[in-house]
T-cell receptor, first 112, second 112 residues
Framework: DGGITQSPKYLFRKEGQNVTLSCEQN?????MYWYRQDPGQGLRLIYY???????QKGDIAEGYSVSREKKESFPLTVTSAQKNPTAFYLC???????????FGSGTQLSVL | QQQVKQSPQSLIVQKGGISIINCAYE??????FPWYQQFPGKGPALLIA?????SEKKEGRFTISFNKSAKQFSLHIMDSQPGDSATYFC???????????FGSGTRLQVQP
């Protein structure tokens, strides 16, 4: 089945620790996105990438980092600089010329 | 700056009733207005979308009404069903520009 796979589904972070969220797509989409979802705040854009080896900051990039070494993969690292990381993280992708955004099932990150 | 404002935050409707969710936007350059539906623990999925050259778009029980002069658009769910219980997000984007800007979400509960 074609789609977007996010892993793990649940993740716990200790104080001062960096953690990486995985996002893989087999839709052959060029653009990939990371959103953060907090209750009552909708989805906020963290980073996006429109092509391999290129990415741009979104509205809330501080404390996060990404890489795009392969078309299929767009991992997100939540660094220790992100002081309030508890949230539901959503990865999405779309193909050029089509506005429809496809989402993965998300990763719930919590702080121990 | 919240570019897309969504209301109400939550909504309870009886089975068979009409659910109405409203959104207002500020950026007149926006030219694509989708609605996404999200079930608990899942990523959002595109429900219906409209462009500003039309005032209404209908797909089954779901209708978008668009008022360009007022910079508002709304989602109407006719004959609401318990299976429609979910969180709904409006969004907006500008052609060729980075990513969707989402509203804060509306949690809809349809009572049997």
């Amino acid at each position: 089945d074609g789609g977007i796979t996010q892993s793990p589904k649940y993740l716990f972070r200790k104080e001062g620790q960096n953690v990486t969220l995985s996002c893989e797509q087999n839709l052959n989409h060029d653009a990939m996105y990371w959103y953060r979802q907090d209750p009552g705040q909708g989805l906020r854009l963290i980073y996006y990438s429109q092509i391999v080896n290129d990415f741009q900051k979104g509205d809330i990039a501080e404390g996060y980092s990404v890489s795009r070494e392969k078309k299929e993969s767009f991992p997100l690292t939540v660094t220790s600089a992100q002081k309030n990381p508890t949230a539901f993280y959503l990865c999405a992708s779309k193909t050029g010329g089509n506005e429809k955004l496809f989402f993965g099932s998300g990763t719930q990150l919590s702080v121990l | 700056q919240q570019q897309v404002k969504q209301s109400p935050q939550s909504l309870i409707v009886q089975k068979g009733g009409i659910s109405i969710i409203n959104c207002a936007y500020e950026n007149t350059a926006f030219d694509y207005f989708p609605w996404y539906q999200q079930f608990p623990g899942k990523g959002p999925a595109l429900l219906i979308a409209i462009r500003p050259d039309v005032s209404e778009k209908k797909e089954g029980r779901f209708t978008i009404s668009f008022n360009k002069s007022a910079k508002q658009f709304s989602l109407h769910i006719m004959d609401s069903q318990p299976g429609d219980s979910a969180t709904y997000f409006c969004a907006a984007s500008r052609a060729g520009r980075r990513a969707l800007t989402f509203g804060s979400g509306t949690r809809l509960q349809v009572q049997p």
